[in-house]
């Protein structure tokens, strides 16, 4: 069984119909990337398997981990494990990092019917994954994403994922306004945080940060349709010939 | 199940909401100039405090109910309300002997008033008075403070032990002529905190005062005095809780801080009197005068106030900066929920020179609430050099709500630099779901992102307090999220 399975999705975004019968399968072990150009529906994509309000399924389904996740609420998907790197972080002036982490944990394990994490353990995870990332100390302390350059944003995002260890990934354009450097450090999270319980859906527009994290499938979306298929070499082949090429395959 | 949930929620919205059955001992309802009377010969008061009282009693038949604030409510019935209510002592052996039962609740308050609790030999950081209606029925730590020659205790004691402090300065920064309210509590006060810190000493831990009301009917006035001599320091907190009760408590109290040469008096409120039902159904009118002079040099008043209870918050804690040099300072978070009115902000007035002040205030609406900042920034002719830094902001949660903002800057002095900055501004839907994404249901994500917008505010609290502000905000806010 797969552990997200999309069938024939349609979805509307203020009456516009946006993705038009997506079909995808990911299994755990898996990263999948998703390409496609400005406007083919990749946020869409990703917003819609978080449950954001206003885009609306008219047809299909989605099923993660095998429940129907369309009926739950945002709060409840990120709970039963869907994680998404925004492209865009949000800044929550005066909320501390930190604590909007342990507090976001600690929903999590509730939901779970986990006991709330103790705050030494908390502590030695927070570090060890501050470490990996290479996230300086003050971060800690500081507001959530406030004040963060682009790069600490996206390394933030990542910083969440390895600490609430989800068991879906989904990184929606993680890599635009990356340098290179922060681009290696937050492939290297991705990679460490991927084994073969979960999984890794990377939505980008270029075949760049698919040089560090290495999909097993890449799909092509293009105008809200998935147009085509492959391995790995199908992102070298599209950085190649660009998106022009595969349109006229449709 | 789910009804469970409900009724959990429901009992959450006011923790607080529960009397004790504690036999008082109250006066008749009404108010004429036998009630006064009856209060000053209860609390075997000297002549002058009698005469106090009348002359603002006659004082107060004069005056009309002042209408100039933005809220809407019905003007109390003032012949309606019990003045005093004392908790009826029974079996009580010594003076120091509460009835176990006052202890009870304040034990369920979450308020100490047994002093063995604390662990010997570790240095109490709190002392506490506590207010039940009308009177005060215990003070911790009051020996431990002797020693450092503060006085910490019930207005009522202060009047009996300390009449010259008392009379040197009751009413001297909150005349009775003040306000309509001022006048009112100055003729029927009952209690309240009194405490004085000598030349040259920083009280060495948090001196507060908790007031109740349990008794129905009753309005609740006390009347605090603080004074810090030269060079004193002093950290004082105020809370509040009373029953949820459907008729409309009045609660009109006096707070007024003197601050002498190089002293410094820091005045800390959590205000959470009960609000009122969804319906907006009874809570407490809060109708308080709060004042502090900066008296001589280098002096310094700051107030911080959290207000999350009350159906109605009116008051302005205001600082008189008449001593060169001396610092003012409000920081405020006015949270109103369903159909809680609050009018609330702050006067500076500058009259010495190089005086200085800071207002922040935090407006948070939710509901169909009305909050609104009305402030004051007096510079006087002479003030020169003053300074002040004015930032209000205001959050809206619902589109059912008002926030408006009342400021009044008067300067006449060419050297003075004012500065006013104002933001009005709602949670984003995008902030709310990067919380849901990482698993923070909706009514969390707006709790956790109002304290964040608190923040700076919530830090300038006691460490205790600030906790206990943290959570208060959170339940305030809890269904205001569609």
């Not at chain 1, 997506?22 to 449950?51: C, F, Q, R, W």
């Not at chain 1, 981990?65 to 945002?74: A, R, V, Y």
């Not at chain 1, 604590?99 to 509730?110: D, G, K, P, W």
Request: glycine share 8%; proline share 3%; hydrophobic share 35%.
């Amino acid at each position: 069984m797969s552990l997200l399975s999309i069938k024939n999705l349609h979805v509307t975004v203020d009456g516009n119909d946006i993705l038009k019968g997506i079909n995808l399968d990911i299994n755990s072990g898996e990263i999948h990337a998703i390409m496609g150009p400005n406007g083919s529906g990749k946020s869409t994509l990703s917003y819609v398997l978080a449950g954001k309000e206003g885009y609306e399924v008219t047809e299909g389904e989605i099923i993660f981990n095998g429940k129907n996740i369309l009926e739950l609420s945002p709060e409840d998907r990120a709970r039963e494990g869907i994680f998404l790197a925004f492209q865009y972080p949000v800044e929550i002036p005066g909320v501390n990092n930190i604590q909007f982490l342990r507090t976001a944990l600690n929903s999590i394990r509730q939901y779970k019917g986990l006991e709330p994490i103790e705050a030494s353990d908390f502590l030695k995870l927070v570090k060890e994954k501050q470490k990996d990332l290479d996230l300086p100390a003050n971060l800690i302390n500081r507001s959530l994403n406030d004040g963060f350059s682009g790069g600490e944003k996206k390394k933030n995002e990542i910083f969440q994922l390895s600490v609430l260890n989800p068991l879906l990934a989904v990184l929606d354009e993680t890599d635009s306004g990356l340098d290179i450097d922060a681009l290696k450090i937050v492939a290297q999270g991705v990679n460490r945080y991927h084994n073969k319980d979960n999984a890794v859906l990377v939505i980008t527009h270029y075949q760049r940060l698919l040089e560090y994290i290495v999909p097993d499938y890449v799909h092509i979306l293009y105008k809200g349709k998935i147009i085509k298929s492959g391995d790995k070499t199908l992102a070298l082949e599209l950085e190649k010939s660009g998106y022009e090429a595969f349109k006229v395959e449709i | 199940m789910a009804n469970e949930i409900i009724k959990e929620q429901i009992n959450k919205e006011y923790e607080w909401g529960w009397s004790f059955d504690i036999e008082a001992e109250t006066a008749p309802k009404g108010l004429n100039e036998e009630i006064i009377r009856f209060i000053s010969y209860k609390k075997n008061e000297p002549d002058w405090l009698l005469d106090f009282r009348l002359k603002a009693f006659r004082y107060w038949k004069e005056m009309s109910h002042p209408n100039w604030a933005h809220l809407k409510f019905e003007i109390p019935h003032f012949q309606d309300i019990i003045y005093y209510a004392a908790p009826k002592k029974k079996n009580i052996s010594s003076l120091d002997e509460v009835d176990p039962e006052i202890l009870k609740m304040f034990e369920r308050l979450g308020i100490p008033l047994e002093e063995q609790k604390i662990l010997a030999g570790v240095t109490p950081n709190i002392a506490i008075d506590a207010v039940l209606d009308s009177v005060s029925v215990k003070t911790t730590f009051r020996e431990v403070l002797a020693e450092k020659g503060i006085i910490f205790c019930s207005f009522s004691e202060a009047v009996q032990n300390h009449p010259d402090l008392v009379k040197k300065y009751l009413g001297s920064v909150v005349p009775y002529t003040d306000n309509f309210y001022a006048a009112l509590n100055s003729a029927v006060f009952s209690d309240g905190s009194f405490c004085y810190i000598p030349k040259g000493v920083r009280c060495p831990m948090e001196l507060s005062t908790y007031f109740r009301i349990n008794t129905a009917g009753t309005g609740q006035f006390e009347r605090t005095l603080i004074i810090a001599d030269e060079e004193s320091y002093v950290s004082y907190l105020e809370g509040c809780t009373a029953p949820r009760r459907d008729e409309n408590q009045l609660h009109a109290a006096v707070v007024e801080i003197v601050a002498h040469r190089n002293a410094e008096v820091k005045y800390s409120t959590v205000q959470n009197w009960y609000p009122g039902d969804k319906e907006g159904k009874g809570g407490v009118f809060n109708f308080v005068t709060k004042r502090g002079i900066c008296l001589e040099d280098n002096s310094k008043i700051s107030w911080t106030q959290v207000e999350t209870g009350s159906a109605i918050t009116w008051k302005y804690p205001s600082v008189i900066l008449k001593g060169n040099n001396s610092v003012g300072e409000f920081y405020s978070i006015a949270l109103t929920n369903n159909y809680q009115q609050a009018d609330t902000g702050t006067k500076m007035i500058h009259i010495g020179k190089n005086t200085r002040s800071t207002i922040v205030s935090k407006g948070i609406a939710a509901g169909f609430s009305e909050n609104n900042y009305r402030g004051l920034v007096q510079i006087r002719k002479g003030a020169s050099n003053a300074r002040n830094y004015t930032q209000c902001d205001s959050l809206l949660l619902s589109d059912k709500c008002g926030a408006h903002t009342f400021p009044y800057i008067e300067v006449k002095d060419t050297t003075a630099i004012v500065e006013h900055e104002a933001t009005t501004g709602k949670i984003s839907e995008e902030q709310l779901f990067y919380c849901q994404q990482r698993g923070i249901d909706k009514e969390k994500a707006v709790s956790i992102i109002v304290n964040g917008y608190c923040k700076d505010i919530l830090n300038k609290l006691p460490m205790e307090f600030a906790v206990e502000a943290q959570k208060l905000l959170e339940i305030s806010l809890e269904g205001s999220v569609g």
